[in-house]
């Protein structure tokens, strides 16, 4: 059997190594992405940012309608306005995230019409957001831990517009600057066997 051909010239990360190994082979940087907690002092570019959200905007989507909106809140003001709604525990980390990015998507197409792939399509636009941050070796962590309504009201967010979870986005800091409640979990973690997942042709037929 041929393996299908993977760019392996890059490496698995030392701390990804002792925690995640692929069944099959995949680019390094699939494993290498992983959501850290910890941030640094490190700003964060205007340059990288954008890059980040330019990867996103490549995502593919349903009749290429590009339902997701980004927002982004980078200054101290506008921080705290996402703090008012990310919920205590999840602030014990995000809080020191030198950029907070709101993934949300229209849930209209242009003529009024449900476009049922908006949330799909915008859960790609983070897949791709993740890895292109981890590939300038930035880290991400979605957040689906705070309060919808209450970022509804503070961000005048239009009815027809659904939130899906904030990311927290910078550089990776050391791990004894989180809340203690977070340090042994500060790892990549891992996933089951791929055959879990896979269903060969249909699910089995109980019927009986
Ligand atoms: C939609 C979504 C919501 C999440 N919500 C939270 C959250 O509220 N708090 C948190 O600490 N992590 C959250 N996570 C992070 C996941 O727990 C993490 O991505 C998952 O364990 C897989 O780990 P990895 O991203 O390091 O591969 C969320 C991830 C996603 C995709």
């Known amino acids: 059997m041929s393996l299908p051909s993977v760019n392996l010239t890059e490496r698995l990360l030392e701390e990804v190594q002792a925690h995640r190994h692929a069944d099959y082979p995949v680019s390094p940087w699939i494993l290498n992405r992983w959501s850290s907690r910890s941030f640094s002092d490190r700003a964060v570019s205007d340059e990288a940012l954008h890059t980040v959200l330019e990867a996103a905007r490549w995502a593919p989507s349903s ?3 590009q339902p997701w909106r980004f927002v982004v809140a980078r200054t101290r003001e506008e921080r705290e306005r996402f703090q008012a709604f990310i919920r205590p525990t999840n602030r014990l980390w995000t809080d020191r995230a030198p950029v907070l990015i709101l993934l949300a998507s229209h849930k209209l197409n242009a003529n009024g019409e449900p476009n049922g792939a908006h949330a799909f399509d915008t859960g790609a636009a983070w897949g ?16 689906g831990g705070f309060d919808r309504e209450i970022a509804r009201r503070i961000l005048h967010v239009p009815d027809d517009v659904e939130l899906h979870a904030v990311v ?11 809340h203690e409640s977070f340090r042994d979990r500060e790892v990549p973690n891992s996933r089951r066997p791929l055959a879990d997942s896979l269903i060969e042709g249909a699910w089995p037929d109980t019927a009986p």
């Open 63 to 65: 009749s290429n309608l």
């Open 128 to 143: 791709i957001l993740a890895l292109q941050a981890a590939l300038l070796g930035l880290s991400t962590r979605a957040v």
């Open 168 to 178: 927290a986005l910078g550089y990776r800091g050391e791990k004894e600057t989180l």
